[in-house]
């Protein structure tokens, strides 16, 4: 059988090659120490837990989803949270729409708002779904770098006009993955007034919203900016804040008219999210989280100050993220990531993300999550620490 050309045009999907990676490492016998895919490793909260086990059995929940946009109270509470997060007023009729997981809304956005030969703008290093997406619609990629000197902020000003007139669709993610950086309400401004002017639409990925470590670079909502709704959809999760991966339940909020797009394809491919899974995202969101997430956020506070403080002693030289769960570190001596990233898997049992994964301008980078499979990740991480110091 012939496999259609898009996907012969598409490279492996990252993770699926790291999973590879530690199945061999693992059947070789190495104690491997798992920094790849960045899969929160706690359990998800048991106000989440108690209340999907309630909701799973009620028998109307067992049908197809049928309520078109999403469980009216998941969008109600989706509504209240944001306006209390972030005070920005949304409409749960027409300003909010329930996705089987962010990825999945990310993905398909591409397909409800581009034509074959549409220009996206994408970052570069970024989430691999944003190009993949762009390219399975038959649209083409230009890459906004990221680069240290900036802060892994795009340089917008830097685009060529024609490039910007071109552009239809623009994606962002702060907090970054892979980068780990954060963004002010300014430059989300500067986003905002730079997609009026060349009419481009906005995705914003905030699925990190919520893992940030200091009180002063509290993630923004791009819709806080005036006017963001005429050209923003933004993608939330329930995956990264609330361990909820395996559950698939997200949504995206903002302009009507994309949302309507959106689901109007969505319509035509799913059947919606399982409902007892949005009745318990929506205790996830009314239930007061405030000792929850500052327990997350110290979590992983401690693992990346742990990472790395090690890094660092062992003559890397790396920055603290400020947000995010993940630490983009440049490679030591010029290395290249493959083989940095090929060093830490057969000298040190370390696997890691090669940042040449997320795009060009990831070369000369790793990505360590901060999520381990294990019983005590800080002592893994610190495990991790000393094999690195001991080889580099």
Not at 57 to 64: F, I, L, S, T
Not at 312 to 333: D, R, S
Request: charged share 20%; aromatic share 10%; proline share 8%.
């Amino acid at each position: 059988m012939q496999m259609a050309d898009r996907l012969l045009k598409t490279p492996p999907y990252p993770f699926a090659e790291l999973a590879r990676l530690k199945r061999e490492a693992i059947a070789n016998g190495v104690d491997l120490i798992n920094f790849g895919i960045g899969d929160p490793d706690t359990p998800t909260p048991d106000f989440v837990v108690q209340a999907m086990q309630r909701a799973v059995e009620n028998p109307a929940y067992h049908q197809y989803d049928e309520t078109d946009i999403g469980l009216p109270m998941m969008l109600e509470a989706i509504a209240a949270w944001y306006a209390k997060r972030f005070g920005v007023p949304l409409d749960p009729k027409t300003e909010i729409l329930r996705l089987i997981g962010s990825k999945e809304g990310i993905a398909h956005l591409a397909w409800a708002v581009l034509n074959p030969g549409d220009l996206v703008l994408v970052p570069d290093p970024g989430y691999p779904v944003y190009k993949v997406s762009t390219l399975f619609a038959d649209a083409e990629s230009y890459a906004m770098p990221l680069r240290p000197a900036r802060g892994f902020v795009p340089d917008l000003a830097a685009i060529p006009s024609d490039v910007a007139d071109r552009a239809k669709l623009m994606w962002l993610c702060y907090p970054n993955n892979p980068t780990g950086a954060t963004v002010d309400l300014d430059f989300l401004a500067e986003a905002v007034a730079f997609a009026q002017k060349h009419d481009i639409l906005i995705g914003m990925d905030l699925a990190y919203s919520e893992i940030y470590y200091e009180d002063d670079c509290v993630p923004p909502s791009m819709l806080q900016v005036p006017g963001a709704k005429e050209v923003c959809i933004e993608f939330h999760s329930f995956s990264k804040p609330f361990n909820m991966t395996g559950w698939r339940i997200g949504w995206a909020c903002g302009n009507p008219d994309a949302l309507a797009a959106l689901n109007k394809l969505k319509s035509n491919l799913d059947s919606g999210a399982f409902l007892a899974i949005q009745e318990a995202a929506t205790v996830a969101l009314t239930t007061d989280t405030t000792a929850y997430f500052r327990d997350l956020r110290a979590r992983y506070r401690r693992r990346r100050d742990l990472l790395v403080d090690g890094l660092n002693a062992a003559g890397w030289q790396v920055e603290k993220p400020k947000g995010a769960f993940y630490v983009w570190a440049p490679t030591p001596n010029g290395m290249s990531a493959a083989d940095c990233a090929m060093k830490l898997l057969q000298d040190c049992g370390i696997l890691a993300t090669p940042g040449s994964a997320y795009g060009a301008h990831g070369e000369g980078f790793v990505r360590f999550a901060l999520t381990l499979p294990a019983t005590d990740v800080e002592a893994r991480i610190a495990e991790a620490a000393a094999r690195i110091q001991a080889t580099f």
